[in-house]
């Protein structure tokens, strides 16, 4: 049997209770990956273009500071990465996170909450990030979760 890790940002608290019930169901570990400042309801309008949040999804080069990095990569084998989708893909905050440390060989999967939006290109974009770990397809945790469908997933790696 695997280690595995729940590793997610959450900017309104709706993605960490997913990664909760997911690490839950999964008998995984649990991780919080946070900014080292803080969003703010502002650094979140999506509607303004000079948002914190717009003007770094805008910057591919765009890193924002972790405010740690302590999570135990190395002792797990399947990291699940949860995040909020913004702009069709993930925060570049994960981008942060995923650079900070050694994936190789590690399974990599995604889950995120939405809105509206769907994973889109979220697991091509995750892997030109870190190549040499395996990133799997991810999967949208939006509503009512149900345990034995978390799971089923979480076992599935």
Same mark, same amino acid.
């Given at each position: ?51 914190? &949040? ?6 591919? &080069? ?10 135990? *990569?190395?002792?797990?084998?399947? *990291? ?13 905050? *994960?981008? &942060? ?10 399974? *990599?999967?995604?889950?995120?909450? &939405? ?43």
């Amino acid at each position: 049997m695997s280690k595995k890790l729940v590793a997610y940002f959450s900017a309104s608290g709706v993605t960490a209770r997913a990664a909760k019930e997911l690490a839950k169901a999964a008998n995984a570990d649990l991780y919080e990956i946070r900014p080292e400042v803080p969003y703010t309801s502002a650094d979140l309008d999506w509607m303004n273009k000079k948002s914190r &949040s717009s003007l770094e999804m805008n910057d591919p &080069s765009s890193r924002p500071a972790l405010a740690d990095t302590s999570a135990d *990569i190395a002792g797990h084998d399947v *990291i699940f990465v949860g995040f909020p989708i913004w702009w069709y893909t993930a925060p570049t905050i *994960i981008k &942060s996170f995923l650079e900070a440390y050694d994936f190789g060989g590690k399974v *990599i999967a995604p889950f995120a909450t &939405s809105g509206g939006s769907g994973l889109g290109k979220t697991a091509k974009t995750l892997k030109e990030v870190v190549p040499s770990a395996t990133v799997k397809e991810g999967k949208m945790l939006n509503g009512r979760v149900h345990a034995a469908d978390l799971k089923t997933w979480a076992e599935s790696f």
